[in-house]
């Protein structure tokens, strides 16, 4: 059963506008999420985390909402840029200290210039 | 700067045969963990490891092992290679505890399995 998911397999905006990715979960147990970012042929990077107590962390140009009681999180880029245009994954993490992370099926954005 | 790095960019195998896959980090990272990521499907956990020589099984451990002699190298191992198994293989490491720490990923391994 998929504790994390990413409905939409892909996404195009135009370069300028915001880019909304979204993830659902399932486990209310989870306490922290991340987005990863990952272009073809290289490794997903960590983009920008959130622990379950707050609902919104920012970082330049993106920002993560957490709304726990719909157990949804959305990743928003603004402005995109097609230097975003990447696959996009978002991860969770229970409260265990084993450090594993329950990642979702992955939104590829494309942002047209 | 965390480096993970994979001994592989690319691989060819034929059916049957046993693969090594090799992952060394340089962070002293005590967590680490070996993925496969398939089209639709995510990353999908296949064995991790919180301290040298201790293992756990992921959510598709069937078909692998793995090895941690030592703190900074983990082993993927395919004891019998199938055509099932070709995928992107990727490696990660983290520090201990959880609280949201990141995981580091290598630039992964793509396997092919004849």
């Known amino acids: 059963d998929q504790q994390v998911k990413q409905n939409s397999p892909s996404l195009s905006v135009q370069e300028g506008r915001i880019s909304i990715l979204n993830c659902d979960y399932t486990?209310?147990?989870?306490?922290?999420f991340l987005w990863y970012k990952k272009y073809p042929a290289e490794g997903p990077t960590f983009l920008i985390s959130?622990?379950?107590?707050?609902d919104k962390n920012e970082d330049g140009r993106f920002t993560v909402f957490l709304n726990k009681s719909a157990k949804h999180l959305s990743l928003h880029i603004v402005p995109s840029q097609p230097g975003d245009s990447a696959v996009y994954f978002c991860?969770?993490?229970?409260?265990?200290?084993?450090?594993?992370?329950?990642f979702g099926q992955g939104t590829t954005l494309q942002v047209k210039p | 700067d965390v480096k993970v790095t994979q001994s592989s960019r690319y691989l060819v195998k034929r059916t049957g045969e046993k693969v090594f896959l090799e992952c060394v980090q340089d962070?002293?990272?005590?967590?680490m963990f070996w993925y496969r990521q398939d089209p639709g499907l995510g990353l999908r956990l296949i064995y991790f490891?919180?301290?040298?020589?201790?293992?756990e099984k992921g959510d598709i451990p069937e078909g692998y092992s793995v090895s941690r002699e030592k703190k900074e190298r983990f082993s993927l191992i395919l004891e019998s290679a199938s055509t099932n198994q070709t995928s992107m293989y990727l490696c990660?490491?983290?520090?201990?505890?959880?609280?949201?720490?990141?995981?580091?990923f290598g630039d992964g391994t793509r396997l092919s399995i004849l």
């Open positions: 486990n209310s147990m989870f306490d922290y």
């Open positions: 991860a969770a993490s229970d409260r265990s200290n084993t450090g594993k992370l329950i």
């Open positions: 490891s919180y301290d040298v020589k201790m293992k």
């Open positions: 962070m002293d990272h005590e967590n």
């Open positions: 959130i622990s379950s107590i707050k």
């Open positions: 990660a490491s983290s520090p201990p505890g959880g609280q949201g720490q990141p995981q580091h």
